[in-house]
C-alpha cells in the first residue's frame, strides 16, 4: 500500500479519487490499484479520474501476455 484515497465520486465506470502520494508521480495513462482493482488514469487536477483497465491492457502492462 503506497497511499490511502477516497473515492469521491463515481460518474458510471468513471471514479473520481482524491489522493496525494500516489497521484503526484502519475500521468494521464498511468496504472494505479483500488481495492486491487487495476485502473488507467484519464485525468489529473486536485482529484484523479480513473477508468477500470481491460484485461487485455493489464496482461500486456504485467507481461502476461
Do not use: F, K, M
Amino acid at each position: 500500500v503506497e497511499d490511502l484515497g477516497t473515492v469521491e465520486a463515481r460518474d458510471g465506470a468513471r471514479l473520481r479519487i482524491a489522493a496525494r502520494r500516489v497521484l503526484e508521480g502519475s500521468a494521464v495513462g498511468s496504472s494505479i490499484a483500488v481495492d486491487g482493482c487495476c485502473l488507467t488514469v484519464v485525468a489529473l487536477g486536485d482529484i484523479a479520474q480513473a477508468l477500470p483497465e481491460p484485461a487485455q491492457q493489464r496482461q500486456i502492462t504485467r507481461g502476461w501476455g
